[in-house]
């Protein structure tokens, strides 16, 4: 079902939209629905990724300091496993 909304935008954001939509071959109107979709579907997809048990009863096992270069120390990991 569709139905007709009414939408209140400055001018120059309508016509560079239209400018856009018309480049990419679509629609003002399906633009913004595809992107008022995406936007709706990210929330409701991080809200159903279940955190498991295992996961929840890590969280917050180590404690590092603010100045932790985990990057730093992987490296040196890896330098120091393949030598």
Do not use: C, H, W
């Amino acid at each position: 079902m569709e139905t007709k909304l009414t939408l209140r935008l400055n001018d120059g954001v309508i016509e560079r939209a239209k400018i856009y939509a018309k480049s990419q071959r679509i629609s003002l109107s399906k633009m913004i629905e595809s992107y008022l979709d995406s936007l709706t579907r990210e929330k409701d997809s991080e809200k159903k990724i279940p955190i498991t048990p295992l996961v929840e009863s890590l969280s917050g096992v180590i404690d590092l300091p603010p100045d932790f270069n985990y990057k730093k120390e992987y490296a040196e990991y890896l330098t120091e496993k393949y030598k």
